[in-house]
């Protein structure tokens, strides 16, 4: 899956469980401070990207994740 097909993913799904506003929903926009998500939320967006991608992302990794390209960066780069 291409970075595109991934933000893209991202930002339908911040859109609807999140209730995000789209303009907020950008690759560097940060996911606690702009986004309101919290720790759950996050960890929520997490699990549906790798049911989406089929790769999983270890704790470590997990824990570095603070903007929407950290995100697909983790995503498309971890198997």
Do not use: C, W
């Amino acid at each position: 899956m291409d970075r595109e097909a991934i933000y893209d993913q991202i930002a339908q799904y911040l859109e609807t469980a999140f209730e995000v506003p789209r303009h907020l929903i950008k690759p560097d926009a940060s996911l606690i401070e702009e986004l309101n998500l919290d720790s759950i939320d996050a960890v929520d967006l997490m699990v549906r990207l790798q049911e989406i991608t089929g790769k999983k992302v270890s704790p470590e990794d997990f824990e570095k994740v603070r903007t929407i390209n950290d995100v697909i960066d983790i995503v498309q780069y971890d198997a």
